[in-house]
């Protein structure tokens, strides 16, 4: 298939939070764990995983520089808990962003990790990211100033219109990354049917389809209330902070989850 590597192309390197090679996939402690890997069946094409994952922590990274300028222009503006709550949540994506790429350097120097593996905590990342900091900038850019208008002139004040865009495009890489995941568990699923219980199979698939309604409804608000400049409705602000905060809650549970999960396998793979 286009999307997994056949036995006869099974070369693969593992790579660290910004994309350089630390060892092959291939070089394994022994030879069953190698075997293991090889028929699993779910070897994605590095190409495409280290592509998208690529991409999307280039965009984090242009996020966060002009994420910085919107804060400095909003405390010009006098806008003081607008810019303090953008540059919080800014900080704290970025924390989470050095931690979580720091914790699969380590999951993959120093245990056997699928790249898929992997992909769940990239996933989680920057799910978080996007929860925290991009919709924080959709809800200030989405504000009026009372009298019908926008608080933030998008298309006036330096580097927010750009800034509006590749929060744009986080969220449909973000959306691409969700869908390699699916396709991911779709062909498990498809080499192992039988023993797959079709109650486990939805399970497994229906977080990453309520991850991209998500991502798509906040996109919603970007495109049509902002680009397209559509009036917001009362109903629809109200809807915006309610999925706002409840994003952000289950993100967190699932971040604190993830180190958990990182936590005890450390424990009983008798690593530190």
């Given at each position: 298939?286009?999307?997994?590597?056949?036995?006869?192309?099974?070369?693969?390197?593992?790579?660290?939070?910004?994309?350089?090679?630390?060892?092959?996939?291939?070089?394994?402690?022994?030879?069953?764990?190698?075997?293991?890997?090889?028929?699993?069946?779910?070897c994605l094409?590095?190409?495409?995983?280290?592509?998208?994952?690529?991409?999307?922590?280039l965009i984090?990274?242009?996020?966060?520089?002009?994420?910085?300028?919107?804060?400095?222009?909003?405390?010009?503006?006098?806008?003081?808990?607008?810019?303090?709550?953008?540059?919080?949540?800014?900080?704290?994506?970025?924390?989470?962003?050095?931690?979580?790429?720091?914790?699969?350097?380590?999951?993959?120097?120093?245990?056997?990790?699928?790249?898929?593996?992997?992909?769940?905590?990239?996933?989680?990342?920057?799910?978080?990211?996007?929860?925290?900091?991009?919709?924080?900038?959709?809800?200030?850019?989405?504000?009026?100033?009372?009298?019908?208008?926008?608080?933030?002139?998008?298309?006036?004040?330096?580097?927010?219109?750009?800034?509006?865009?590749?929060?744009?495009?986080?969220?449909?890489?973000?959306?691409?990354?969700?869908?390699?995941?699916?396709?991911?568990?779709?062909?498990?699923?498809?080499?192992?049917?039988?023993?797959?219980?079709?109650?486990?199979?939805?399970?497994?698939?229906?977080?990453?389809?309520?991850?991209?309604?998500s991502i798509?409804?906040?996109?919603?608000?970007?495109?049509?209330?902002?680009?397209?400049?559509?009036?917001?409705?009362?109903?629809?602000?109200?809807?915006?902070?309610?999925?706002?905060?409840?994003?952000?809650?289950?993100?967190?549970?699932?971040?604190?989850?993830?180190?958990?999960?990182?936590?005890?396998?450390?424990?009983?793979?008798?690593?530190?």
């Amino acid at each position: 298939m286009f999307f997994f590597e056949s036995e006869v192309e099974y070369k693969e390197c593992a790579c660290d939070a910004i994309g350089y090679p630390i060892i092959p996939y291939d070089d394994y402690k022994n030879d069953v764990e190698l075997e293991a890997i090889k028929n699993s069946g779910k070897c994605l094409r590095p190409w495409i995983f280290e592509t998208s994952k690529t991409l999307v922590i280039l965009i984090d990274i242009s996020n966060i520089f002009l994420d910085s300028i919107l804060v400095v222009n909003l405390s010009l503006m006098d806008e003081h808990g607008y810019a303090a709550l953008l540059g919080f949540m800014t900080s704290l994506s970025l924390a989470v962003s050095i931690w979580m790429k720091f914790l699969m350097y380590r999951m993959r120097k120093d245990e056997v990790v699928q790249p898929e593996c992997i992909l769940q905590f990239v996933l989680i990342t920057e799910l978080f990211i996007f929860a925290f900091e991009d919709v924080t900038t959709i809800l200030i850019l989405t504000r009026g100033d009372g009298g019908g208008n926008f608080l933030i002139d998008h298309s006036e004040m330096f580097g927010t219109d750009l800034n509006l865009r590749t929060t744009i495009l986080s969220g449909v890489c973000i959306v691409l990354l969700l869908l390699i995941n699916i396709s991911l568990m779709i062909f498990e699923m498809s080499t192992d049917w039988q023993s797959c219980k079709c109650s486990e199979s939805i399970c497994t698939i229906l977080p990453s389809f309520a991850g991209m309604l998500s991502i798509c409804y906040m996109l919603y608000f970007a495109i049509d209330k902002v680009l397209l400049e559509n009036p917001m409705k009362d109903e629809e602000e109200l809807y915006l902070k309610q999925t706002y905060i409840m994003n952000m809650v289950i993100l967190f549970i699932l971040l604190l989850l993830s180190n958990v999960v990182v936590y005890y396998m450390y424990i009983f793979s008798g690593g530190n």
